[in-house]
């Protein structure tokens, strides 16, 4: 083997070793570091009460055909994690894809928020309800035995 042959495996080497030592983030920490970045970048002073009203009046008519027709989506991000909140809308009357485009800003925005103000939660998780339709309105459903 030539002395650069011998150099050439050594760098190979050395270049190996130099991506083992770094540090890989978790993806969950570089997805909600990428929407807190793109929500600044789009709009750095979101108004997220004028979001949720949007989203509030886009999903109000809960009215439903079938069981099929209601949906349930998280919405905003608290600071420990986790959604703000569960959104129970009808598909039969909001357009899906506008419905999740609105909720994604609402949690970018919060998300960039909380970050920036360093702000603090009281760390509780929501449940993600179960939604019916009941008397042709999309609500969420209720246990009929619950837990003691």
């Known amino acids: 083997m030539s002395l650069s042959a011998c150099n050439d495996v050594k760098?190979?080497?050395?270049?190996?070793?130099?991506?083992?030592?770094?540090p890989t983030p978790k993806l969950e920490q570089l997805k909600e570091a990428q929407e807190a970045q793109e929500a600044q970048e789009a709009q750095p002073n979101?108004?997220?009460?004028?979001?949720?009203?949007?989203?509030?009046s886009l999903t109000e008519n809960k009215q439903c055909a079938s069981q099929a027709?209601?949906?349930?989506?998280?919405?905003?991000?608290r600071?420990?994690?986790?959604p703000s909140s569960y959104l129970v809308?009808?598909?039969?009357?909001?357009?899906?894809?506008?419905?999740?485009?609105?909720?994604?800003?609402?949690?970018?925005?919060?998300?960039?928020?909380?970050k920036k103000e360093m702000t603090m939660s009281i760390c509780e998780h929501l449940t993600q309800p179960l939604v019916q339709?009941?008397?042709?309105q999309c609500t969420t459903a209720t246990s009929a035995n619950p837990a003691y």
Do not use: F, M
């Not at 600071?79 to 986790?82: F, L, Q, S, V």
């Open 79 to 82: 600071a420990c994690g986790g």
């Open 89 to 114: 809308y009808s598909t039969d009357h909001a357009p899906q894809e506008e419905v999740e485009k609105l909720a994604k800003a609402i949690t970018a925005a919060e998300n960039a928020k909380n």
């Open 133 to 136: 339709c009941v008397n042709q």
């Open 46 to 56: 979101i108004d997220i009460a004028s979001l949720k009203h949007q989203l509030n």
């Open 11 to 22: 760098s190979d080497h050395n270049a190996t070793e130099t991506v083992k030592e770094q």
């Open 69 to 77: 027709s209601c949906q349930v989506l998280p919405v905003g991000k």
